[in-house]
């Protein structure tokens, strides 16, 4: 498994607890506000195909979307698992899926790069736009979870926040390609984004590519804009 600086790492994982946190009860208007998180969580079910008697974990959950906006394809698994930092989050994970029907939802708050579930635990595993907020390392660590969760046949699916141009671009030119993507024109939630302080660790796709890769994985990979990709991999039978 990769090696994390831990005190930095648990420094920067309290932080983004009390980032989503704060931004747990404003999430679902955004989501909603911007039909390109619409358009991956769609993306991410066509490349999950979940079946009856799978074990689901998304990392990195939310509110839960993906399962709750999706329901008919998810109400035939044998489990659900939401892993996030936020129990705010979580909380409103729980209660949209309770909504929705799917009882076999279960929240869970964790890191992405040490899961407390069992080895080969999981057919379907994805994460959507989460795992910008953990450094290269985070993310290396978080892939190797997800292939010792993976049991054969299981299906990883990563959307992500990543520089999909094929250019390098500085920190500051992707972040305003970014605002730019999920906050066009002058409004407020653009405003409180630049103002938050947030850190975010973006990389490209092709280094995505290339974490799945040393994570023993044989990764595909979309390209859904210039600032969201999604690669995704089958563990073989």
């Known amino acids: 498994p990769a090696r994390l600086n831990w005190s930095s790492h648990m420094s920067e994982q309290a932080e983004a607890t009390a980032y989503w946190n704060r931004r747990a009860d404003s ?6 506000a911007l039909a390109v998180h619409k358009l991956v969580t ?3 079910v066509e490349r999950l195909r979940p079946r009856a008697g799978d074990r689901c974990i998304d990392l990195g959950v939310g509110t839960a979307r993906l399962y709750g ?13 939401g892993i996030d930092f936020s129990p705010v989050m979580l909380e409103i994970a729980a209660e949209q899926c309770r909504l929705a029907g799917l009882t076999r939802f279960r929240a869970l708050q964790s890191t992405f790069t ?18 910008h907020h953990v450094p290269d390392d985070g993310k290396r660590a978080a892939l190797g979870e997800a292939k010792r969760l993976a049991r054969p046949g299981c299906r990883i699916v990563i959307a992500d926040q990543m520089n999909c141009t094929g250019a390098a671009l500085s920190d500051d030119a992707f972040n305003q390609l970014m605002l730019d993507t999920f906050f066009p024109g002058p409004t407020e939630a653009r405003s409180a984004k630049s103002a938050s302080g947030h850190k975010e660790y973006s990389c490209s796709l092709e280094t995505m590519q290339q ?9 595909h990979a979309e390209k859904v804009n210039d600032v969201i990709g999604i690669v995704y991999a089958e563990i073989p039978h």
């Open 211 to 219: 974490l799945f890769v040393e994570a023993g994985l044989r990764p």
């Open 27 to 32: 999430f679902d208007a955004q989501y909603d």
């Open 42 to 44: 769609r993306k991410i």
């Open 69 to 81: 906006d999706y329901q008919q394809d998810f109400l035939s698994c044998e489990s659900l698992i």
């Open 114 to 131: 040490a899961v407390p579930l069992p080895d080969a635990d999981a057919d379907c595993i994805s994460s959507s736009l989460a795992l």
